[in-house]
Each structure stands twice: as C-alpha cells, then as structure tokens.
C-alpha cells in the first residue's frame, strides 16, 4: 500500500484532525503549517516530532512529496488557500464554510473545474447517524414528497466555541451562519435533494460584545471565578489555547441569534433558527412531507417517524436508536463519529478507491451562498435575498 502524505495548513482548532488521519493505515502527517510558533511546537509534540514545518503555507505547496493539503485555516483565508492548493495539483480538503464571498466561492469553483475530482469540502454532519438515517427515511419515500422543513440549533456553550477567539468578529468568519449554520444548512439541501433561491433572517447580539479590552483574556480577569462564561474551568495550554478572550470584548460583532426563512428550488419552505447562549446542545431537524414527518432528538440519539393516517396520530410509528449504530463513546467522540468516517474518505479518494470527491464543492457553494443571503437579508432589515 502505497503511503499517503498529508499537510496539513492551521495547526490549531479543526487542524487537530491530523488525529484520525495518523490512525489510518499507510496515512503519514508529513508537513504543517501556521503563523504560530507555538501551535507548530504542539503540533510537532504530539502529531510528528519528523514532519517538515513553516510558517508559509506556500512551502507545503511547494513540495513534491505531499498527495494532500489539508486546509484547516479561519475561514477569510479559505479562498487563496484552497485554489493555491488546487493550482498545485494535489488533492485538498477544505474544512466548511469554503468561504465568506459569493466571489470567493466562485473562485473556489473555477478551480477546482481546473483540477476535477481534487476538492472535498468538509461536511462531516453527511456522515452522522442521525443525518444517514434520516436521508435514508427519505430517499425511501417514507415521508412521501417534503413540503417543509424546520431546524433549531441550540449551541450549547457557545460563547466557548465561537467567542473567545477569532470567530467573534465579522471580519473573519463573514456569519457564523456560514461557520456554523453551514453545517445545517447543508443537511437541509442533502437530505431534500434541493438548494436555497431565497433567504430571508432577522439577527442580533443579545448576549455577548461589551465594552471589554480586546485583549483581556480569563485568566487575567478578575471575574475569572465568578463569569458564567469563563474559560478557566476548560482552558488547556495543550487544547485549542487561543479560545480564552472575553466574550464582552469591543471587536465582538457577529450575531449570537438567527431567525431565518428559506426557499429551495422546489418550493420546499425551510424555518431555521440558530442561537448561541442556550443552556444545552442540541441539533433538531425536522422534515414535513405529504405521507408523514421525521424528526430527530439528537440528546436521545433517536430518529422518530410519523405516518399520515385517517384522523390523528401523536404517538411515532417508529423510533431508530442510533445507539445500535454506535457506542455512546463512539457517538460522542468526533462529531457523532463522523470525523475519522470523513477522514477516511479523503484518503481514499487521493488512493483512487474512489472517483468522486463524497462532499463536492458545489454543496459548500450552495451552502455559503444561502448563508451569505440570509445574512446579507438580517443587515438590511430582513428583506428577501435572491440567492445567485
């Protein structure tokens, strides 16, 4: 079996999947990449104390020894990044959102045209179990023709995961519908089969920005002890270091809330609301079709089914327990078990095993550009955005 190389650009956040790939067979994390000198010492500690690493994503470009770039980077980079990959003919993976512009986007498009079959987009929720039983429910015709979809995301923790870092602020991230939401929007068009024409939202920061020192940092704050939003109780120097910036900082200025409304190509009417400060995590989907409905409880780790029947039905024809697909550890290490599933199937596709990318670049266009919409819709008073 012939070794594959990886490099992998951003070292730190999701560029710990280097993880699942070290524990494929035949799978060697070669070179990284990172402006910190500290995350490539991490890096080099617990990954590969021999991979090659720099602070220029470009030497990795440059080496002819790699199969795949691994892209891994806040999301305003994606852009230059993937398509430099691209150009230089290895094979990429892109973790979501592919980028924070319509031309960006397209940019992305255009060369992966170039250089077919090469990108994946990192879409790992296609591969949870809930998601895989759910589009399987639907392709089998269970719920008949969907007519409607609602999607509550509850993002428990959230000022933990999105704002005391680099997410926070607009500049980076465009939306966190495009950091966060992607994910479901996605989910959306996968098991629907469909993509979004026209958003519409409505959005605010309700519960995080302030007027806090950009740089102050939980360790240094004298609320440290007491601030339900801490860090302190989480921060590791050795885990993901950067989240520890007080969420009540100036630069904060993303939305912590979302409403939105979406119209997919069929006609299909979508309601999503994302919001970052609830007490719990808990992804619900819900598809409405003309024979029935499914809905998932991701706390329970069920998919429920409803059939249409002559008068009321409260009760579920059927429950699928997803803990008969996976382990409780299993469903709770990596996204549900998604990740190392998703991992593998890049290395499989630089191997030839398989000829087409599982996750193409058109689902993260189509996934970012509904989330450029909405978002775009929310700052110009919830008006209706023809997606392009």
Request: aromatic residues 10%.
């Amino acid at each position: 079996m012939k070794t594959v190389n990886l490099g992998i650009i951003g070292l730190n956040g999701r560029g710990r999947l280097w993880n699942y790939w070290k524990q494929i067979e035949g799978v060697n994390i070669a070179a990284g990449a990172d402006i910190s000198r500290d995350s490539i010492d991490k890096f080099l500690k617990l990954c590969n104390p021999d991979a090659f690493v720099t602070e220029n994503y470009r030497d990795l470009l440059s080496r002819s020894d790699l199969d795949g770039i691994v892209v891994t980077t806040p999301d305003y980079l994606h852009a230059k990044m993937v398509t430099a990959a691209l150009e230089s003919g290895k094979f990429v993976y892109c973790e979501k959102p592919l980028a924070v512009s319509v031309k960006e986007c397209d940019d992305i498009l255009e060369a992966s045209r170039r250089h077919p079959g090469k990108l994946m987009i990192g879409f790992n929720m296609r591969y949870m179990p809930f998601v895989c039983k759910m589009k399987e429910l639907v392709d089998n015709g269970e719920i008949g023709e969907i007519k409607a979809v609602w999607v509550r995301h509850f993002v428990g923790m959230g000022s933990n995961y999105y704002y005391h870092d680099w997410h926070a602020n607009k500049r980076n991230v465009g939306s966190l519908l495009l950091q966060k939401g992607s994910h479901d929007i996605d989910v959306i068009h996968y098991i629907t089969g469909h993509h979004t024409v026209k958003a519409a939202a409505f959005g605010s920061l309700d519960i995080f920005g302030g007027d806090q020192d950009n740089k102050l940092a939980c360790p240094d704050c004298d609320l440290k002890d007491s601030c339900i939003e801490s860090q302190m109780p989480l921060l590791n120097p050795d885990n993901k270091p950067e989240r520890k910036y007080c969420v009540f900082r100036k630069e904060v200025n993303i939305q912590d809330n979302y409403t939105c409304l979406f119209l997919l190509d069929n006609g299909i009417k979508v309601s999503y609301n994302e919001c970052h400060f609830t007490p719990d995590y808990h992804r619900n989907y819900t598809f409405i079709g003309t024979k029935g409905r499914i809905e998932n409880n991701e706390i329970e780790s069920t998919v429920k089914l409803w059939k249409r029947k002559n008068g009321r039905n409260d009760q579920p024809d059927q429950v699928f327990d997803m803990l008969n697909t996976l382990t409780r550890e299993q469903l709770e290490i990596g996204h549900g078990g998604a990740d190392p599933k998703i991992c593998a199937d890049f290395i499989r596709l630089i191997r030839g095993e398989i000829k087409e990318p599982p996750v193409p670049v058109e689902a993260g266009r189509y996934a970012a550009i509904a989330g450029l919409a909405a978002q775009y819709s929310l700052e110009h008073g919830g008006i209706a955005v023809d997606v392009k």
